[in-house]
């Protein structure tokens, strides 16, 4: 099961959090992985630890918001590995502001990396991941970072959520879209809860400020509670989702959406 022998997967901003434990996952059950990010030594080193255990992976310096960053990854990536089967939109920013707080530097950055680093992703990928779709039974994979706040709505984050729905229905769209011509390429979201990575850390730090405080221990347990299992998640719950549905047991699964929440939006 989950088992990724053979293929090769490309993630980006996965030099640390979630990205950075998928790449090691995936190399520990049969993937090459290429990591693309703007942490450059981060990025090397996770690279470089993935290297000593024995898997196989490269680094490459990529900002997901420009299209030349993403056709020169995917062309040291192909020509390192001979192709491409998987792709991971993971890189991802947080902007925990209201509606007026927030200013519109911090909207466009917000757009630029959780949208549009989205779509000239799966577009850089595209040719690729069609060729090496045709010559396998059940096709390449595309793996979307969304979040529950895709799903539902935040009182404290709603631009981070506005773009995290966006990503939620790129992914049913382009899964229909590609469908529609023919490309065997499943398409897939995922929905984590809050995830205790950098990412999670800075989440409580925006939600105190948010709430006029700076007791982020507080928004910690505040968030902590709206999680059922009782626990925030760690990077591996989530490597773990996106594993299955970059495999080829996730074989019947495109334009979906896997919730790895601990409960929260069962609510
Ligand atoms: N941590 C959570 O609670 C949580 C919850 C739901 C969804 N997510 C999503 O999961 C994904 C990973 O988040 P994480 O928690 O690991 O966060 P993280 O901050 O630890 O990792 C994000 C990575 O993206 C990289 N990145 C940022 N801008 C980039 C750019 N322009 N080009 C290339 N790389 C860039 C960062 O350098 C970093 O390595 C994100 O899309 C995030 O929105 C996180």
Do not use: C
Not at 52 to 75: C, F, I, K, P, R
Not at 100 to 108: A, G, Q, R
Request: charged share 20%; net charge positive.
């Amino acid at each position: 099961m989950n088992r990724l022998d053979g293929k090769v997967a490309f993630l980006s901003g996965a030099a640390r959090g979630i990205g950075g434990a998928t790449a090691r996952l995936m190399a520990s059950v049969g993937a090459k992985v290429a990591i693309g990010d703007v942490l450059d030594e981060r990025g090397k080193q996770t690279a470089r630890e993935i290297e000593s255990a024995g898997g196989q992976a490269l680094y490459v310096s990529l900002d997901v918001t420009q299209e030349t960053s993403w056709s020169n990854a995917m062309g040291v990536t192909v020509k390192r590995f001979g192709k491409l089967d998987v792709l991971v939109n993971n890189a991802g920013v947080f902007v925990g502001k209201g509606v007026e707080e927030v200013s519109i530097d911090e909207w466009n950055k917000l757009v630029a990396v959780n949208l549009t680093g989205v779509v000239l992703g799966t577009r850089a990928a595209l040719p690729h991941l069609k060729a090496s779709g045709q010559n396998s039974q059940h096709g390449s994979a595309i793996v979307n970072l969304a979040s529950v706040a895709g799903l539902v709505g935040s009182q404290l984050d709603p631009l981070y959520s506005l773009t995290k729905g966006g990503v939620t229905l790129f992914t049913k769209s382009t899964a229909l879209e590609f469908g529609r011509k023919g490309y065997k390429i499943r398409v897939n979201s995922i929905h984590p809860g809050v995830i205790d990575t950098d990412m999670g850390q800075q989440t409580f730090v925006m939600r105190a400020r948010a709430l006029g405080t700076n007791d982020t221990e507080a928004t910690r347990k505040t968030s902590m509670a709206m999680h059922p299992v009782g626990r925030l998640g760690v990077a591996d719950d989530i490597a773990k989702g996106i594993v299955f549905l970059a495999s080829d047991d996730a074989a019947f699964m495109t334009g979906a959406g896997l919730v790895v929440d601990g409960g929260y939006t069962a609510q």
